[in-house]
């Protein structure tokens, strides 16, 4: 098959344990881009958090994407252009929070270049802020959190152990109902977003947008949030160090984050 895209999870697939892109796997992924094919990052990073990463790889130069929010917006990172976004209704925002106090979690949601949090003592919602470049706006409950956020947001994250997140998620997805997407992105975080946001749907919004089909594209992934577009890609390629879930899902499993795995799967399935 002439695969033309490949689809990379930053966190656990595209970087190493220490968060960092090796030098083999950079080369290997600039040649791709030399070689006329397209990289794209899926990642439920924000577009702060994807950007280094972008640049690094020189996705401007070479007419890659940026996939941030599981596909919540599309970015063309050569015109630096937004070409999809979808936002949570604000009527909601109260509902979602209330379920962070009913469950008893931490919640993460966004506001410009910062994280806004329930609880500022959460090692997950420090993660993700720092995870993703961004400040901290910690507030001093979830009622002011409900107060708070009045504006429309991506999504938001519920923190907490991931064996009661587990439990909890299918209660939380039955009260979202069918206009919100409820999943697991790592143990410790639940997200909810838009109806139709993931993966795999945004590979398929920009699969329209390139004319590209379904059958050229390898994806890659190691987590609960990668098993949609996996599933959908020509290939789908999980990590050695991938959760079971998503090896069962994928059609080939390549080494691990820290041995170079992306950059052997675009040695043998894209470079000529």
Do not use: W
Request: proline share 5%; with cysteine.
């Amino acid at each position: 098959m002439n695969y033309r895209m490949i689809v990379l999870d930053l966190d656990g697939t595209l970087t190493n344990s220490e968060k960092k892109i090796t030098p083999k796997t950079r080369e290997v992924l600039i040649k791709v881009q030399r070689q006329g094919n397209l990289v794209v990052l899926a990642s439920g990073r924000t577009p702060y958090g994807i950007r280094p990463v972008a640049e690094e790889l020189r996705l401007e130069k070479y007419g890659g994407y940026m996939l941030p929010f599981n596909g919540g917006v599309m970015i063309d990172c050569r015109t630096g252009r937004e070409i999809f976004s979808r936002m949570l209704p604000v009527e909601s925002n109260r509902k979602i929070i209330g379920l962070a106090k009913t469950y008893s979690v931490h919640l993460v949601t966004y506001e410009g270049q910062s994280a806004v949090i329930s609880d500022p003592s959460c090692p997950h919602s420090l993660f993700e802020a720092r995870n993703n470049h961004l400040a901290v706006h910690a507030m001093e409950s979830i009622d002011a959190m409900q107060d708070y956020v009045n504006f429309p947001v991506p999504k938001f994250l519920l923190c907490g152990d991931g064996d009661y997140l587990e439990k909890v998620e299918p209660e939380v997805r039955d009260i979202m109902g069918g206009e919100f997407s409820v999943y697991r992105s790592d143990p410790f975080f639940l997200e909810v977003l838009p109806a139709g946001v993931d993966k795999a749907s945004s590979i398929e919004r920009l699969l329209k947008f390139t004319g590209l089909e379904r059958e050229q594209v390898i994806a890659c992934g190691d987590a609960y949030n990668d098993i949609s577009m996996i599933r959908y890609a020509g290939l789908g390629v999980a990590m050695e160090n991938a959760l079971p879930a998503v090896k069962e899902a994928a059609d080939y499993v390549t080494l691990s984050n820290d041995e170079d795995g992306v950059a052997a799967v675009a040695e043998k399935f894209m470079l000529l």
